[in-house]
């Protein structure tokens, strides 16, 4: 075998993101819209499905990682939606506040919020490119 064909990119498997408290952490990401592959608290990890895709994002308990706000820049994970305005809405009426006003892109409308921990996550959508987009 080549060096070329042993290193080759094939996707992503899962997101790791640190949290302080693994059950608040889980109530954070259901409320906004997550749901839960599985969760193996005696590990303090949790997966969260994103779509139809096997990897997810995984929640894993870092117990001195406590509430902060998040820092710029700091990395964030975009997700893509059918619509990021409607999304932002859906989030403020679970009581989930945004990291920022909706903006606008090259493909369309993002919107971010931040877990207690800081991390950022974007929802973001493909309105005015919907020939990328997952679904037309």
């Known amino acids: ?57 995984l929640l894993r308990a870092e117990e001195e990682f406590g509430h902060r706000p998040p820092t710029w820049p700091s990395p964030k994970v975009w997700l893509e939606v059918p619509n990021a305005k409607i999304a932002a809405q859906v989030l403020l009426g679970a009581g989930i506040a945004l990291h920022d006003e909706p903006f606008s892109g090259a493909t369309g409308w993002t919107v971010e919020v931040a877990d207690p921990w800081g991390n950022v996550i974007g929802l973001t959508d493909y309105t005015k490119r919907p020939e990328l987009a997952r679904r037309a």
């Open 1 to 57: 075998m080549s060096d070329d064909e042993s290193y080759e990119l094939l996707g992503f498997d899962n997101v790791l993101l640190p949290v302080g408290d693994l059950g608040e952490a889980v109530d954070f990401y259901e409320r906004a819209g997550f749901a839960v592959a599985f969760r193996f608290d005696e590990a303090g990890i949790a997966l969260l499905k994103v779509g139809g895709e096997t990897p997810g994002i």
